[in-house]
C-alpha cells in the first residue's frame, strides 16, 4: 500500500507508521522517566491523531486506553510502570493488528505478500 493511501479506518499508512513510530518514544521503565500523562504536548498529539482519523479504531482504543490508565494512575490505583506495561502491550498487538490488515488487504487486490 502506498504510503499516502488511506487504509480501512481511515489513516493513511504513513500516519499510522508516525503514530508507531512517536509510541516508540514512551518510556518503558516509567517509574524513572517522566509520567506522560501529565505531558501537554502528549496529550495534544493523541487528540490530533483521533481528529485525524476519527473512524480508526486502533487510534481510539489506544488513546481510550491511555486516558482510563491514566486516571487509574491519577487515583493511584494503579502505579505508573504497570499502567506503562499495560499500554506497550495494547500498543504491540495493536501493531501487529495493523500489519495483519494491511497484508490481507494486499493480499485481497492480488498483490504479493
Request: net charge positive.
Amino acid at each position: 500500500m502506498p504510503l499516502n493511501q488511506e487504509s480501512k479506518g481511515g489513516a493513511s499508512v504513513k500516519h499510522i507508521l508516525l503514530l508507531i513510530a512517536s509510541l516508540l518514544l514512551l518510556p518503558i521503565t516509567a517509574e524513572s522517566a517522566d509520567n506522560y500523562c501529565l505531558d501537554a504536548k502528549t496529550n495534544s498529539t493523541w487528540a490530533k491523531m483521533l481528529s485525524e482519523s476519527p473512524h480508526d479504531d486502533l487510534v481510539a482504543e489506544l488513546f481510550a486506553l491511555r486516558i482510563g490508565l491514566c486516571e487509574l494512575v491519577k487515583r493511584k490505583t494503579i502505579s505508573l510502570d504497570r499502567a506503562t506495561a499495560i499500554f506497550e502491550e495494547a500498543r504491540g498487538r495493536a501493531v501487529v493488528q495493523r500489519k495483519a490488515d494491511e497484508l490481507r488487504q494486499k493480499h485481497l487486490r492480488g498483490g504479493n505478500t
